[in-house]
């Protein structure tokens, strides 16, 4: 079992940037692939983007290609959402999720929130227009 804690969530301007992190304690962080979702107000909860449990492989929405970076350090169990030129319409709270995986599929990307098993609480993300 692993235990997610994300963080940098906050105000900011349209056109600024955030990074979220997401800490995971408890079982070997390194064999979990990772995820990022978002639910706005009012709305259900959508896929940001995911990577591979090597890194190796990553997967945006399209709405955050070219702005937002997905990565991990593996050594410090800790998983990031680098988010530049945030819009208005990137106002939610962002959640973290991860699920085991095996070795043989180290490469491999989840994006449905069912494929997930673990998830933070969230961090809130607030961009002004």
């Known amino acids: 079992q692993v235990q997610l804690v994300e963080s940098g969530g906050g105000l900011v301007q349209a056109g600024g940037s955030l990074r979220l992190s997401c800490a995971a304690s408890?079982?070997?962080?390194?064999?979990?692939?990772m995820g990022w979702f978002r639910q706005a107000p009012g709305k259900e909860r959508e896929f940001v983007a995911a990577?591979?449990?090597?890194?190796?492989?990553?997967y945006y929405t399209d709405s955050v290609k070219g702005r937002f970076t997905i990565s991990r350090d593996n050594a410090k169990n800790t998983l990031y959402l680098q988010m530049n030129s945030l819009k208005s319409e990137d106002t939610a709270v962002y959640y973290c999720?991860?699920?085991?995986?095996?070795?043989?599929?180290?490469?491999?990307?989840?994006?449905?929130?069912?494929?997930?098993?673990?998830w933070g609480q969230g961090t809130e993300v607030t961009v002004s227009s």
């Open positions: 999720a991860a699920r085991v995986v095996p070795t043989y599929n180290s490469g491999r990307y989840y994006s449905t929130e069912y494929e997930y098993d673990y």
């Open positions: 408890g079982r070997a962080f390194s064999r979990y692939a």
């Open positions: 990577i591979s449990w090597s890194g190796g492989t990553t």
